[in-house]
């Protein structure tokens, strides 16, 4: 019967090696083993983007009107050699316009399309030294009609407000600007791809503001 | 197959041996695994650090007049040789002055330079380790230089309207807004040669801002 032992390396003793070298398991000085998360791991890597369709004073105009399914405030095409997992939306309103439904939405699915006139977005890697970058494309702020989803529909997250409205004066409650989802929030980690759009809709009358989606994007092999 | 086994230690067989040692596996008695997790493991190394933008009764002064790119509310200059990882951010309003849009970011980029502040107070997660950072942490800063290149911004979070409340009968806002990478899971690593900033943007705001990263040398991060 084999005892597992591990080298102490609390704090003088530890040592990082290059990348493929034998390492001995890291432990504290009463034994116990340093473990990292998986999506922690993929971070060190590289192969968590970050997607931003937005940034500092430059907010980008959400559809108007209502949800408009074929009109994306947020599209990630996810071509045939990768798979991406989402793992974290935000969206933040800076004005929604008068009175109206606030729905906010993340689907997945086959054969949609964004318009060709919408704007790129920005999208880094949680680690730039690894020179990983995304083979997804990503658009957002689609203003005219693309083609909305055609198959294998799944709706991972939706927040709503009944109605909403810019406020204008201290006196007048407060409704939420930011919306949030994470995976790590119920666990649930969702592949999507190779082959599938993932689509944001952040709706109200007349929305603007920002969006951010971060997510692991590994080759379509190691998932099938 | 070989079975593995470990070493029970959950009450009086605990030893703490010394750095570099060989170590069997703690274990509960019925064979559970004591597990610490990576950051945990670096914050006992003293390779985690807190810098305090104001703290106790000293505030400092935020950006007036909304978000400007070139005037850092904190800023950190990551040198060429280590990357950090944030891991949390904490903005405390103590004032927002009169009623405007209110912005929380954090962005990483190349290309910024801070403009005149105060020095931030950097501390190691273990003083006895002596470690300490090698980055240049500024806070409430005048004009400098924006982000040229490589910009990711990492969080937000705003209120349409806010303002400092005078009566009881007002409607109250947020003043504390918060970011933890353990909460979404994804780290970022930034630098070398790399910036960090925050803006904590409103009319005329005011408070304190702390932060907390791991900052391990470029090497092990390539």
Redo the contacts between chains.
């Keep these: 019967m084999a005892k597992v032992e591990g080298l102490i390396k609390q704090t003088t003793a530890v040592d990082r090696l290059k990348e493929g070298a034998d390492q001995y398991l890291r432990l504290l000085r009463d034994g116990t083993l340093s473990m990292v998360d998986w999506i922690a791991a993929l971070s060190l890597e590289g192969r968590v983007f970050t997607c931003n369709a937005g940034v500092a004073t430059t907010a980008i105009a959400f559809g108007d009107e209502g949800l408009d399914t074929d009109e994306f405030d947020l599209f990630v095409s996810v071509p045939s050699s990768v798979v991406i997992i989402p793992l974290e939306l935000n969206i933040h309103f800076e004005t929604t316009g008068t009175a109206l439904l606030v729905e906010c939405v993340m689907q997945v699915g086959t054969g949609g399309a964004a318009n060709a006139t919408s704007t790129a977005t920005v999208t880094r890697s949680s680690n730039p030294n690894t020179g990983l970058t995304s083979a997804c494309t990503s658009v957002c702020a689609a203003n005219t009609s693309g083609t909305a989803f055609t198959g294998d529909v799944k709706e991972i997250w939706r927040a709503s407000d009944q109605i909403s409205i810019d406020i204008d004066t201290i006196a007048q409650i407060r409704i939420p600007y930011n919306y949030r989802w994470k995976a790590m929030t119920s666990g649930v980690l969702d592949v999507v791809g190779p082959s599938y759009g993932l689509a944001v809709w952040a709706s109200s009358k007349t929305g603007t503001g920002m969006i951010s989606l971060k997510y692991i994007e590994l080759p379509a092999s190691v998932m099938q | 197959m070989?079975?593995?086994?470990?070493?029970i230690?959950q009450t009086t067989g605990?030893?703490?041996?010394?750095?570099?040692?060989?170590?069997?596996?703690?274990?509960l008695r019925d064979g559970t695994?004591?597990?610490?997790?990576?950051i945990a493991?670096l914050s006992?190394?003293?390779r985690v650090f807190t810098a305090n933008n104001g703290v106790a009764t000293t505030s400092i002064e935020f950006g007036a007049g909304?978000?400007d790119?070139t005037e850092f509310d904190f800023h950190i200059a990551v040198p060429a040789g280590v990357?950090i990882i944030p891991l949390e951010l904490n903005i405390h309003y103590s004032a927002f002055g009169t009623?405007l849009?209110v912005e929380n970011?954090m962005?990483t980029g190349t290309g910024s330079v801070t403009g005149a502040g105060t020095t931030s107070v950097v501390r190691s997660s273990?003083p006895?380790?002596g470690r300490t950072s090698s980055c240049t942490c500024t806070g409430a800063a005048v004009a400098g230089t924006a982000f040229t290149a490589?910009?990711?911004?990492?969080?937000?979070?705003?209120?349409?309207?806010s303002?400092t409340?005078a009566t009881i009968a007002?409607?109250r806002?947020p003043y504390n807004y918060r970011w933890s990478a353990l909460?979404?899971?994804?780290?970022?690593?930034v630098g070398?040669s790399?910036q960090l900033a925050v803006w904590a943007s409103s009319n005329a705001g005011g408070g304190m801002i702390s932060f907390k990263w791991a900052e391990?040398?470029?090497?092990?991060?390539?």
């Design positions: 070989s079975i593995m086994k470990g070493e230690a605990v030893d703490w041996d010394s750095e570099g040692a060989s170590k069997s596996l703690r274990m695994v004591s597990m610490t997790n990576w493991a006992l190394e003293g909304g978000l790119t990357a009623a849009l970011v962005q273990n006895n380790s490589n910009v990711k911004e990492i969080w937000r979070e705003i209120d349409q309207l303002i409340i007002q409607l806002v909460q979404s899971g994804c780290l970022d690593v070398p790399a391990l040398p470029s090497a092990a991060l390539v």
